[in-house]
């Protein structure tokens, strides 16, 4: 059996052009109604979804996308804290903070520090933890993976990771070491585009890094998220391989939570500007395309939203929500003076806020 990489081959020869037209804006409301009547749409429905003209018709596309949220997973709503072990990198990628060429202090976590990061935030109420890290073997590597998952198993229900690509083996022995679930971000699907904002270090791998979430789930991981950084070139394309990719790895691992997350270009430290902006009514669209598409699929939402967005999109569309969040190495418990940030946090609301806001909603935040 092939990869998403010979998958994508196929995909890419979709006529999507063609397919949007098709849903001009004289037809698109039968067009869509059709759509969002089917139990299993397939790609062309997608398209659809994904379609220009569908996005005159977001009201009817989220009636239905919060049917759906509703009946895979009620009102549940999973917070989680990232825990930025490392801002090591040995990567240049255009448009992040950690990339190799800025010019500021690394500092990766002792296991004294993880210990005390995990427990300042074990003590806002949350109980899963995703582990992040730049690319940098020396600093970062499985070794130390290993040895911090050990120390967040025993403080959290559940550790997820958003390191470098691995192997196979390295997968399997971070599930050995604690970690349940695994977020790679493609970053870019088109790859001219990802190998111009790749500038330099091993992340300029492509098809390596595309293959690397099916590797966690030959690995044993329970949990798989996958994502384009919206912002870097046409989105609808982006989400729809995004999907695709989704669909790809629940059909080929049904033993496995897939999910897919939804992170724009954000202001970070360097001043780099995304050649393909995304807004709000874009990113909607998007994520509610995904949940019609994709109905038992878990859908991320970051502090990179504002509250409002976010309280609004787990009605329809978002399951897992992050929450009291630092994007800075030592962000919870450490010296925060001269730390530099990953990217620039808009929702700063406190856990036990995001909580009380998503209780009045009538949600059950997890």
């Not at 976590?109 to 109980?127: H, N, P, V, Y």
Request: glycine content about 8%; charged content about 30%.
């Amino acid at each position: 059996m092939g990869t998403f990489y010979d998958v994508m081959r196929g995909l890419k020869g979709m006529p999507f052009e063609e397919a949007w037209r098709s849903a001009g804006v004289p037809d698109v409301e039968r067009v869509l109604r059709k759509t969002l009547r089917k139990t299993d749409p397939d790609a062309a429905d997608f398209l659809v979804l994904l379609s220009p003209a569908a996005s005159i018709c977001l009201e009817a596309m989220e009636e239905a996308a919060a049917e759906r949220r509703r009946a895979a997973f009620g009102a549940s709503v999973a917070l989680f804290s990232p825990l930025y072990l490392s801002d090591a990198c040995v990567n240049v990628c255009l448009y992040c903070g950690f990339r190799a060429d800025n010019r500021f202090p690394r500092k990766t976590l002792s296991e004294d520090e993880i210990a005390a990061e995990a427990d300042a935030i074990r003590a806002s109420g949350i109980r899963r933890v995703l582990a992040v890290t730049g690319d940098s073997p020396r600093a970062s590597g499985v070794g130390y993976l290993k040895r911090a998952a050990g120390l967040l198993a025993r403080r959290f229900d559940s550790v997820a990771v958003e390191v470098q690509a691995l192997d196979v083996g390295d997968y399997a022995e971070l599930a050995a070491s604690g970690v349940d679930g695994v977020t790679v971000h493609q970053e870019v699907y088109d790859e001219p585009t990802y190998r111009s904002v790749h500038a330099k270090g091993p992340k300029r791998r492509y098809r390596y890094r595309l293959e690397a979430p099916e590797r966690a789930c030959t690995a044993g991981m329970r949990r798989v998220t996958v994502g384009a950084l919206l912002g870097l070139a046409d989105w609808r394309k982006e989400i729809f391989f995004a999907g695709m990719h989704a669909r790809y790895l629940r059909d080929r691992f049904p033993g496995v939570r897939v999910g897919v997350a939804f992170p724009r270009v954000c202001p970070h430290p360097g001043g780099w500007k995304a050649p393909c902006p995304v807004g709000e009514r874009e990113l909607v669209q998007a994520m509610l395309a995904v949940r019609l598409f994709l109905p038992d699929a878990v859908i991320v939402l970051s502090t990179r939203e504002r509250a409002e967005l976010r309280d609004r999109m787990v009605r329809s569309a978002a399951t897992d929500l992050s929450a009291g969040s630092s994007t800075e190495v030592g962000g919870y418990a450490g010296e925060r003076v001269g730390r530099v940030p990953q990217f620039e946090i808009v929702d700063r609301r406190r856990v036990e806020e995001i909580r009380a806001a998503l209780i009045a909603a009538g949600m059950d935040p997890i």
